[in-house]
């Protein structure tokens, strides 16, 4: 049984830039460089309260298209924004200086819901147990900073940090909700924001629509992309190789009798090459199941196959270096059925229908389908997208619309 799928570059790089292109800079937060590095402006988004009831009693849940809330299971579920900032490399944790804010406050006649579990989408929503904090909900609450920063990450060799807003402040006891409704707040750094000049146009452009602030001044000419694959893979690969390079890419190939065969062994490999900015790959493709090319055991729950370790190469954080693929294939014939799809659609993808489906489950559904519909309504709509919603709730969809919908050719979904 194959344990990693295969995915073409063109769709996941595509795809990567839309939704980052969506979040990077939310609705809401204005930033601008400033002497010391950024000034930022924040204005709340129209927000909402529905009403959930829970072993006899009835929440506040707040709600805010496009925002997350704080992570604490059985503490109030209040929304939050977050989004990614560049920094200089050698930039130590930026600090934050709140310049002026506009607050007020509201006594509510409910308790605000409290965060819940996460649950498994296999597994019926009436089976979680419902989780509060009682100790919390019967005290004043904590007061916390408006925004908070993380500790900086790597992604590709440049720094940022992810910057949250926290607009609600809570005090259970005393049903007080106090509303931070605009900001203006400083992030101070302590070098210059210069972005790096070792990255193709391509992954400057994803940077850019990942990282607010990151403003290359110019772009390498190639793109680099390393190909690893199985010794029986490697000469079925001739077709796609010359595809890549039509499309200005540096292909490199090899297959596993030099890189070894253990997970350690191709890491290694890939470091090497990630290293030496002469070689340095911004896309790598693994060519053979994994039986031909193991995988690595993910930390998460279930403890999940993943290829993402491959592609850590600078920093301590989780963040992946380079994009990363595979051709999840086990005979000569299956390779060439996934190539003639991948070069297909890498070369027809913007002549297909702008066709997309949106799903929601029963799980968490009325932030799903707000934040779907919020994304539908305010960017694929007005670009004249067809969106399907299969949402189970509110459209009773069912797994074989879905399985119809997917076969009628969608672009994303």
Known sequence: MKRIYSFMFVALFSFSLMITTLFAQPEGVSVVKSANGYTVNFSLQQYDFASITKEGSEYIDIQIPGYGVKPDVGMPALPQISFNLFIPSDDQKPTVSINSFNQSTQILDKKVYPKQMYWSRERSLSERPFTINSEYYNSNGIEKPLVNISEPFVIGGVSGVMVTVFPFSYNPKDDKLSITNSATFEINV????????????????????????????????????????????????????????????????????????????????????????????????????????????????????????????????KFADAFIGRFSVTTTQELQNALTKSIYMESYIATLAKKNIFMASTDNYAITEGTHNYVINTHFQPAGWENLKLYTVTHNATTQQLIDALNANQRFA
Do not use: C
Request: charged share 15%; proline share 5%; net charge negative.
């Open 190 to 317: 302590n070098a210059e924001l210069e972005a790096p000049v070792s990255k193709s146009e391509a992954y400057n452009e994803f940077l850019r629509n990942v990282l607010v602030g990151y403003q290359p001044t110019e772009s390498l000419l190639s793109m680099r992309y390393l190909i690893i694959t199985a010794p029986t893979f490697e000469a079925g690969l001739a077709s796609f190789i010359n595809h890549k390079s039509a499309q200005g890419f540096t292909v490199d190939v090899f297959n596993t009798t030099t890189t070894g065969t253990t997970t350690t062994a191709i890491k290694t490999f890939i470091q090497a090459r990630y290293d030496n900015a002469a070689t340095r790959p911004e896309f790598v493709l693994l060519v053979g199941d994994v039986q031909h090319i193991p995988y690595w055991v993910g930390g998460g729950e279930g403890t999940p196959s993943t290829d993402l370790n491959y592609v850590q190469l600078a920093g301590t954080d």
